[in-house]
């Protein structure tokens, strides 16, 4: 059983910088790719970014050059700095994590429960 764990969600205001983590725990073999996305109310899921295990990062156009992915494979552990945050980032961020449980298994996608950043105008 595989989990992630989100944490350093929370109400910022505008221009202002918040960090996440999600810190992924269980029966893992290998984690291929680790990433963030987000929704608000009656959107669908979008994408913000999303690293590899080489470290290739791609980002949404409405993030780059603000937010910056990153991650540490010892700690199964991906993080996201958002900078000069705007009202239009709010919405509820999703880790996501592409993973071989075993070294039998193939690759499965595995979800966070969500954190919110709210950014005040």
């Known amino acids: 059983q595989v989990q992630l764990v989100e944490s350093g969600g929370g109400l910022v205001q505008a221009g202002g910088s918040l960090r996440l983590s999600c810190a992924a725990s269980?029966?893992?073999?290998?984690?291929?790719?680790m990433g963030w996305y987000r929704q608000v109310p009656g959107k669908q899921r979008e994408l913000v970014a999303t690293?590899?295990?080489?470290?290739?990062?791609n980002y949404a156009d409405s993030v780059k050059d603000r937010f910056t992915i990153s991650r540490d494979s010892a700690k199964n552990t991906v993080y996201l700095q958002m900078n000069s945050l705007k009202s239009e980032d709010t919405a509820v961020y999703y880790c996501?994590?592409?993973?071989?449980?075993?070294?039998?298994?193939?690759?499965?996608?595995?979800w966070g429960q969500g954190t919110q950043v709210t950014v005040s105008s």
């Open positions: 996501n994590a592409i993973l071989r449980a075993t070294w039998t298994s193939g690759f499965t996608q595995y």
């Open positions: 269980g029966s893992i073999f290998s984690i291929n790719i």
């Open positions: 690293i590899t295990t080489g470290g290739r990062t």
